[in-house]
């Protein structure tokens, strides 16, 4: 039986908000109101998770607004701040930790709408909130650029969402996350006051609204920096042995004259579920996942040497009917299992940098057969370390807190994916001290995506 149980129909209430009065003040704005298009938008893939499914499954906005521009974002912050309804923004809704589920009901801000690129210089692109990664992408490079890094739902997800609700992704190993000086440009944004602002934040000030969940104002626009768009090989190196997969991958993550974006240690027997990549995937066997430049084939293989075995290497593809391989990896890794099996979740983990490879095996030992290994390189403060998104077998609640601990207890932070408020899914366990005082100043109701930030009080009476 399926550890995520089964859902009863949801009983559509009476909203305790004026949203009468909301459609009023928002004529001549795209509005849905249908209750079962409201629901299934008012989901991401929380679902992920177990307790989550459980906890949001009865979770819903009240009604859907679209703006097409920023001048509508800014007239629904209004008519909601002087209604006093809830306002949670979502894009593509890709998200796994369900921050684009309103909590408290209310609004549901569609920025999809908000397409486009405004400019474009080397190095650097300004665009809308709702553009697509890959949209923009595919823009750039013509000019012989790219996005510095991606989640692994690029093809579908939102530069908004990704700033809003992401961390890093495919390419990291090279850039770090998005919280690493320089990964965001400038961000504007709307303010959810009776007379909203528009907001400039550029340089540190952005990272007032890197993975905030939309808590800390409405992105409308961003200023990102891109890389140079290298012929992309990618490649799978299979290996008898899990460590030697993740010894290779780290000599490779720490060759700086190697040019990459993706190495991706993933354990036996997870690439047994990768559906049309398991040709590729001997049985048995624990993989090695790269994305490499071109021009750097020759020294990565030299690597690599005669400790594993290349079952794949082809040029990158991302056009339609293709899957591109890195939807293997970060947490698509996850979704491949789910796919077939709901009966498992997983961790978000960051290994110390000082004792990478020994933390690493360390784990692995500990939780042999409950907790299956993959982890992604990744440069953080300036060090190469990896992250982890583990296969984990879910047993019962106590046992998934259980296996958290023990892993912090071992020097290993977890980015607990099971909970739904900034702080208890932060490795830190506290919300960034920036944040939240910015969200006193742009949300003084407190209607951004309540209870996602629980550390915030409200400075003015509702």
Known sequence: M????????????????????????????????????????????FWYSPILNTELADKSADIIACPRDEAEVVRVAAACARRRIPLTV???????YGQAVPLEGGVLLDITALTGIEWQKPGSVRVAAGARLLDIDMATRASGFELRMHPSTKRSATIGGFVAGGSGGVGSVTYGGLREPGNILAARIVTLEEEPRILELRDDAAQKVN?????????????????????WIDVIVAFDDYMDAFQAGYEVALADGIVKKLVTPISAPIPSYFGALKQHCPEGKSILICMIAEASLGPFKAIIGNRGTTTYEAPSEEGPGTVPLYEYTWNHTTLQWLKSDRSITYLQCLFPHDRLVESAAEMIARFPDEVLAHHEFIRFGGRVTASALPILRYSTPERL?????LHEDAGVMIANPHVVSLE????????????????????????????????????QAK
Do not use: C
Request: glycine share 8%; proline share 7%; net charge positive.
């Open 2 to 45: 399926s550890a995520i149980s089964e859902r009863k129909p949801r009983v559509q209430q009476p909203s305790r908000y004026d949203i009468a009065g909301l459609k009023a003040d928002l004529d001549g704005i795209q509005l849905i109101d249908e209750p079962q298009v409201v629901r299934k938008r008012s989901r991401d893939f």
């Open 90 to 96: 979502r894009a593509a809704g890709t998200g796994n």
């Open 211 to 231: 993975r905030s969940y939309g808590t800390t104002g409405i992105i409308t626009a961003l200023e990102m920096p891109l890389a140079p768009a290298w012929p």
């Open 401 to 405: 807190n259980e296996v958290i601990a």
């Open 424 to 459: 208890a899914g932060s490795r830190h366990k506290r919300a960034d001290a920036d944040q939240l005082g910015f969200k006193r100043e742009v949300d003084p109701y407190g209607l951004l995506n309540p209870g996602k930030m629980a550390s915030f009080t409200a400075s």
